[in-house]
Every structure is written in structure tokens, then in C-alpha cells.
């Protein structure tokens, strides 16, 4: 199994930016999915999740910028990220509950961060 995300890079503040985040292999099922952002010298922190069912959940930084929405067919997560800020930049994670073929269950199985930069 693995999560591969792209879709971020260098934009300036007030523009946006959509990351993707797609599940490979043997997958039975994802039930959460969602997005973690670390900028430097901080913890990670959430900035949205997404249930099986499309109930989402942001934090409070993003509300309102942000969405978060998932393509179950396609085993897919986005993260819409508009009127982004300087203090939006980090490396975002997407991360997902997932069931394999096999009936292995991770419950936080995470793909590799991708870098957004908001900057003039």
C-alpha cells in the first residue's frame, strides 16, 4: 500500500493551490482520510479530515479557505487551498484509515509530505 501526494509547490498569498493525495495496492476499503501539515520547527497538526461518508472537519486556521473532498472510486483525497497565507506554508501529509485486501487494518497509514510555499 501507498499514499502518493502531490500538488504543492510556490504560490503567493491570496492564491491557491489543489493537493492530491491517491492510495495504491491491494486496498479493501479507506474509511478517514485526511490532510496534517508541519511547518518548521512546529508540530504536526490537522487541517482537515474527511470520513468515508464525505463528514469533514477542518481546523480552525482553514475554515472557510480550505476543502477537502475524496473520490472513493479513485481511492483519491484533494485538499482545495484558496486565499492561502504566509502561515499556510509547510509540508502537508495526507494520511488514511485503510483495510487491505488481506484484512490488514492501518489505522494511520501516511504518504510522503509535499511541500507548499506561500511567499511573494
Known amino acids: 500500500v501507498q499514499l502518493q501526494a502531490s500538488g504543492g509547490g510556490l504560490v503567493q498569498p491570496g492564491g491557491s493551490l489543489r493537493l492530491s493525495c491517491v492510495a495504491f495496492g491491494r486496498i479493501r476499503n479507506i474509511n478517514n482520510m485526511g490532510w496534517y501539515r508541519q511547518a518548521p520547527g512546529k508540530q504536526r497538526e490537522l487541517v482537515a479530515s474527511i470520513t468515508s461518508s464525505s463528514v469533514t472537519n477542518y481546523a480552525d486556521s482553514v475554515k472557510g479557505r480550505f476543502t477537502i473532498s475524496r473520490d472513493n472510486a479513485e481511492n483519491t483525497v484533494y485538499l482545495q487551498m484558496n486565499s492561502l497565507k504566509p502561515e499556510d506554508t509547510a509540508v502537508y501529509y495526507c494520511?488514511?484509515?485503510?483495510?487491505?485486501?488481506?484484512?490488514?487494518?492501518?489505522?494511520?497509514?501516511w504518504g510522503q509530505g509535499t511541500l507548499v510555499t506561500v511567499s511573494n
Open positions: 494520511n488514511a484509515a485503510i483495510r487491505t485486501l488481506s484484512n490488514f487494518y492501518y489505522p494511520d497509514y
